[in-house]
């Protein structure tokens, strides 16, 4: 535990606090900025289309993209409007439950292999917070 307050803007990835503009606005210190520049050019996307890994890359450099806990990560819609819970293989969006491979799970192939830490504050308001638990799909 840490006695940062809660509303101190952490990293993304490592879940250090924040203290420069920049990184701020990234949502993630240097060094992970880059690690995550890196990921989402290394990372595996074999099979999504090109459509889709951009949305991935974006949604990524957005900061959309946030470990929970386990293998969970929780990916925001591009609209902004709902919040998806996704693996690397499974996403809790209609298409990821119908077994469609999602934009989503392109995101977190990108951020898992970047090595991100979970990270339980919020960085960007406004997020929905999910309404399901990382149980629904981490079961
Ligand atoms: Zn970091
Ligand atoms: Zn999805």
Avoid at 72 to 95: F, N, Y
Avoid at 101 to 127: D, E, K, Y
Wanted: hydrophobic share 45%; glycine share 8%; charged share 15%.
């Amino acid at each position: 535990m840490t006695t940062t307050p809660a509303s101190t803007p952490r990293c993304l990835r490592c879940g250090r606090p924040l203290t420069s503009a920049a990184s701020i606005a990234r949502g993630y210190g240097k060094g992970c900025a880059s690690l995550i520049r890196r990921a989402a050019v290394v990372a595996d996307l074999d099979g999504f289309k090109s459509s889709q890994v951009d949305s991935a890359r974006e949604a990524v450099a957005d900061g959309a993209v946030l470990l929970l806990r386990g293998r969970v990560h929780q990916v925001v819609s591009s609209d902004g409007a709902h919040v998806h819970l996704a693996t690397v293989e499974h996403c809790s969006c209609p298409a990821g439950l119908r077994g469609v491979r999602c934009w989503h799970i392109a995101a977190v192939r990108i951020v898992a292999s970047a090595g991100a830490r979970p990270v339980l504050t919020l960085v960007r308001p406004p997020i929905a917070v999910p309404s399901v638990t990382a149980q629904t799909i981490a079961a």
